[in-house]
C-alpha cells in the first residue's frame, strides 16, 4: 500500500492565496455591509467623565455611534467563557482599563467614512493615577495555577530537598533573567463580519484560531443558544496566538449589527492590535542552579512572574520547561503573577516554553562556563532519562539523537572554548547552542468522511488552517485511512456546522485532528471493505476482509477489483459516509509527553558598534510522526526565525507617563526581515512516531522551533563578546555599555 503521509505534498491551499482566490474574513462578500471603527481611549486608566458624538453622527454616510451610553446591555456579560477565552470591553460601562480600550465604535457606509468620522468623536476622561511598571506592583504578586489539557497543574512545585542540594552544590548560579512584552503581528489584522438572521440567529466571518471558542463566547454574551450562532474562518493569515480567544471587537461587530439589522464589519488597525488583543506578557525570572565538581546537577530553581491585567488574569508558564527539561537532585518552581494597568496579556507562540527556555537555557550555560565544561556534554551529563518532576518516564524521547544530529551538521566542534578569541572579516564570532522542548497535547477532536458517488471523499472537520498547512496535511491523513489518492480528496474546515474541533495553538491541530481524520477515515474504509464482501453483485462477494487491498479508490483481491464509485452505485448512489471522535486516552498520564529538540546558533559582534548578526541557525527535532516533510520544515525554520526577533529584535515599549505602547506598528516594533535571516537548517526525525501522545502518532510542530532559540543565541553573544546578555532583546547599547 502506497502512503501520501510524510511525504512534501505542495500546499493545496498555495495557489488560491497567491492568485488572490483565497477569501480572509475581511474580504468575504456579504451583502449590504456597514464598517465599524474603534475608537480607543488616551487614558490608561479612569472613566469617561463626557462623550460628544454629535459631530460624527452629522457626517455622511453614518449610520450610528455606540457608546456605553446607547449599546446594548450583554445578557451574558463580556465575562470568559472557557478557560482559552478573555474578558472584553464591549461598551458595557464607563471604566477605562488601559490605554486604547475600546470607548465606542462609529458605524457608516463606507470604511473611509467611519474612520473620518471616528476622528470627529470627543471624549473626556478622567483619569486616575496607573502603572505599566511591573516593579510597581511585583511585591502583590500571586499566585495561579495553570490549566491545560491533561488537568491543573500547580503554580509551584517542589521535588527533593532545595536546601541540602543547594549545599552539595560545587559551582552556583542564581541570576535574574527578563523578556520583554511583545505583540503578535500576524500579517493578517483581526477582522469580524456580523451579520444577524433575525434576533437570535447570528453568523460570524471571524479571522480566529478558534471557531467553536468564537460561537461560545457569543452565544453566552448574547444569551443564543450555541446551535444558532455559526462561525466561518477558512483562511488566516497568521494567528500565534493572538486570534486564539474572541476579543472585543467581535462582540462589538455583533451588538453593532444587531442594532442597525444589516451586517457590519469591523477590521482592526495595526496600532489597534497593540492594545486590544493581547500579547506576551513581560516576564522577571529568578534561576538558580548548581552542580558538582563532576558536573552534575544538584539543584535547580526557578522562579517566573509575569504581568497581567487589573481586570482579568493571564499566566505564562515559564518556569514549566525546568520542571522536565534536566534530572536533578532537587527543582523547585514557582509563577506569580502581577496586576498592572495593561490589556490582558494572551498566548503568543509557544507560552511559557518560549521566554522559560530563555532563562532556563541561559543558566545552564553559564553553570557550564562556570565549571569549564562544554555545554552540550553538561547537558548531557544532565540528561533525563525519567521525568524529573514525577517518575513518569518518557512516551519517547530522541533528545540525544537531535543533540548529535545538530552538533555534527553546525560543527559544535569548532566552538571557540575562550570569548573573544575568534574574528571573521573584523567581527567577534560567538556560538551557542540550548535545548528545546514543548509539550505533545491533544485534545478531543471530530471529523466526518463522506464517499461521494463518483468515488471521490470529503472529509470534514471544524478545525482552522491558520497558515501551517491543516488543508494539506488532512487530506494526507484522509487519502490513506480511506485508501485514495490525495487528489481524490477534499478536506475542508472552518465552519461551526462541522464536526467540532479544538482551537489551532499549542501544537494541537495536526495531534488532535489527524487523530480524527484517521479514525472517521478507517472507519469509512472498514465499511466499504464490508459491503464489497457482502454485496451479491460485487466481484469480492465472500472475500476475506483482511486479504483485501485497498488503494487509488479500488478494493482488490484474488486478482478481482471493486471500484468505489460501483459500489456506491450499487448501494444506491447515495453518499456513504462516517463520524469518528477522538479524545485523550486515560493511559496518557503515565507518560511524559513532550517534543525536544537541539538548537545552535552563530553570531557575529560588530566589537565598535555592538551589533549582533544571527549567521547560521542549525536546529534538529523530534516531534513524532512528520505529515509533511516540506511543511513542517517550514514550521520549524518560522519558529526559529520568529527566535531571532526574540533574541535581537522584538520589545513592546510603553510610555510610562501616557501608559500606552508606542511601539505601534512595523516601523518602530521590529521582526526579522529577509536581512536577518541568514542560513536556518532545521533538521528533523521522520520516524518517531508516538501512539502514546495521539493515534495518529504526531506531537506537533508549530512551538518547539522558537524555544531555546534566543538562549542558544545569547550564549553565542557571550561566546563572541564574554559579555552575558540576561534581559532581552539583545541590542546594542548592552552590548557597549
Avoid at 491585567?309 to 537532585?329: G, T
Avoid at 524555544?707 to 539583545?730: C, D, E, M, Q, Y
Wanted: aromatic share 6%.
Amino acid at each position: 500500500m502506497t502512503t501520501s503521509v510524510g511525504k512534501p505534498l505542495p500546499r493545496l491551499d498555495g495557489k488560491p492565496k497567491v492568485i488572490g482566490a483565497a477569501r480572509y474574513s475581511a474580504e468575504v462578500q456579504v451583502a449590504g455591509v456597514a464598517h465599524g471603527v474603534i475608537v480607543g481611549s488616551r487614558a490608561p486608566k479612569g472613566r469617561i467623565a463626557a462623550i460628544d458624538t454629535s459631530a460624527a453622527e452629522r457626517e455622511p454616510g453614518v449610520l450610528a455611534v455606540l457608546t456605553h451610553l446607547n449599546a446594548m446591555k450583554l445578557p451574558g456579560g463580556a465575562e470568559p467563557a472557557d478557560q482559552g477565552d478573555r474578558v472584553v470591553q464591549a461598551l458595557q460601562d464607563d471604566l477605562i482599563r488601559y490605554s486604547n480600550q475600546p470607548v465606542a465604535l462609529v458605524v457608516a457606509d463606507t470604511l473611509e467614512r467611519a474612520t473620518h468620522a471616528a476622528n470627529l468623536v470627543k471624549v473626556r476622561e478622567q483619569a486616575e493615577p496607573h502603572t505599566v511598571r511591573m516593579e510597581d506592583e511585583i511585591q502583590n504578586g500571586f499566585k495561579q495555577d495553570q490549566k491545560r489539557p491533561t488537568g491543573t497543574i500547580p503554580g509551584d512545585q517542589v521535588t527533593g530537598d532545595p536546601e541540602a542540594a543547594r549545599k552539595a552544590a560545587h559551582a552556583v548560579v542564581e541570576e535574574t533573567y527578563e523578556t520583554p512584552p511583545e505583540t503578535h503581528n500576524p500579517m493578517e489584522p483581526h477582522a469580524t463580519v456580523a451579520v444577524w438572521s433575525g434576533p437570535d440567529r447570528l453568523t460570524l466571518y471571524d479571522a480566529t484560531q478558534g471557531i467553536f471558542g468564537v460561537r461560545k463566547k457569543l452565544a453566552k454574551a448574547f444569551a443564543l443558544e450555541p446551535e444558532n450562532v455559526r462561525v466561518l474562518t477558512k483562511f488566516v493569515g497568521g494567528g500565534f496566538g493572538c486570534k486564539g480567544s474572541a476579543w472585543s471587537h467581535v462582540v462589538l461587530a455583533a451588538l453593532a449589527a444587531r442594532k442597525l439589522g444589516r451586517p457590519v464589519k469591523v477590521v482592526l488597525t495595526r496600532p489597534q492590535m497593540f492594545a486590544m488583543v493581547g500579547g506576551r506578557p513581560q516576564t522577571k525570572q529568578l534561576v538558580g542552579a548548581g552542580a558538582t565538581k563532576e558536573g552534575r546537577l544538584t539543584f535547580l530553581r526557578h522562579e517566573s512572574t509575569n504581568t497581567t491585567s487589573r481586570f482579568d488574569v493571564f499566566l505564562e508558564p515559564a518556569a514549566m520547561v525546568s520542571r522536565h527539561q534536566y534530572a536533578s537532585d532537587s527543582i523547585s518552581t514557582k509563577h506569580r503573577v502581577v496586576r498592572i494597568d495593561i490589556g490582558t496579556p494572551t498566548y503568543m507562540r509557544a507560552p511559557g516554553e518560549s521566554s522559560g527556555s530563555f532563562a532556563l537555557e541561559s543558566a545552564i550555560d553559564e553553570l557550564a562556563v562556570k565549571l569549564g565544561v562544554d555545554p552540550l556534554e553538561f547537558r548531557l551529563k544532565n540528561y533525563a532519562e525519567h521525568d524529573p518532576e514525577d517518575g513518569k518516564p518518557f512516551s519517547s524521547k530522541s533528545l540525544k539523537t537531535c543533540y548529535d544530529m545538530a552538533a555534527k551538521r553546525f560543527g559544535w566542534e569548532k566552538r571557540p572554548r575562550t570569548p573573544r578569541s575568534m574574528t571573521r572579516a573584523g567581527m567577534l564570532v560567538g556560538m551557542g547552542m540550548a535545548t528545546s522542548s514543548y509539550p505533545a497535547n491533544f485534545n478531543p477532536a471530530k471529523a466526518l468522511a463522506r464517499l461521494m458517488p463518483d468515488g471521490t471523499a470529503l472529509v470534514l472537520s471544524g478545525a482552522v488552517d491558520i497558515g501551517t498547512g491543516t488543508y494539506t496535511v488532512m487530506t494526507q491523513v484522509a487519502a490513506d485511512a480511506i485508501g485514495l489518492d490525495p487528489s481524490q480528496v477534499r478536506f475542508d474546515l472552518g465552519d461551526t456546522e462541522m464536526p467540532e474541533a479544538p482551537r489551532s495553538g499549542g501544537s494541537v491541530t495536526a495531534t488532535s485532528v489527524a487523530s480524527a481524520v484517521l479514525a472517521a477515515g478507517g472507519a469509512l474504509q472498514k465499511r466499504l471493505v464490508r459491503l464489497s464482501v457482502e454485496d451479491p453483485d460485487s466481484p469480492l462477494r465472500g472475500a476475506n476482509p483482511e486479504d483485501i487491498r485497498v488503494e487509488g479508490g479500488k478494493l482488490t483481491a484474488n486478482g478481482k477489483t471493486d471500484s468505489f464509485a460501483e459500489l456506491v452505485k450499487r448501494a444506491g448512489g447515495k453518499p456513504i459516509e462516517e463520524r469518528a471522535e477522538v479524545k485523550p486516552d486515560p493511559d496518557r498520564k503515565k507518560w511524559s509527553l513532550h517534543s525536544y529538540g537541539a538548537q545552535f546558533a552563530e553570531v557575529l559582534v560588530d566589537p565598535d558598534l555592538g551589533t549582533v548578526r544571527v549567521s547560521r541557525l542549525v536546529g534538529a527535532f523530534a516531534a513524532g510522526r512528520i505529515l509533511n516533510a516540506r511543511l513542517a520544515r517550514s514550521q520549524f525554520m518560522g519558529g526559529m526565525v520568529w527566535g531571532i526577533g526574540m533574541a535581537l529584535h522584538e520589545h513592546s515599549v510603553y510610555d510610562e507617563k501616557l501608559g500606552r505602547i508606542v511601539t505601534r506598528d512595523l516601523a518602530d516594533y521590529h521582526v526579522p526581515v529577509n536581512a536577518d535571516v541568514p542560513v536556518v537548517e532545521p533538521l528533523f526525525l521522520e520516524l518517531e512516531e508516538d501512539h502514546q501522545v495521539s493515534p495518529a502518532g504526531v506531537k506537533g510542530v508549530g512551538e518547539i522551533g522558537i524555544t531555546g532559540t534566543a538562549a542558544a543565541i545569547a550564549s553565542a553573544v557571550f561566546n563572541a563578546t564574554g559579555r552575558r546578555i540576561r534581559k532581552l532583546p539583545i541590542t546594542p547599547d548592552k552590548l557597549l555599555l
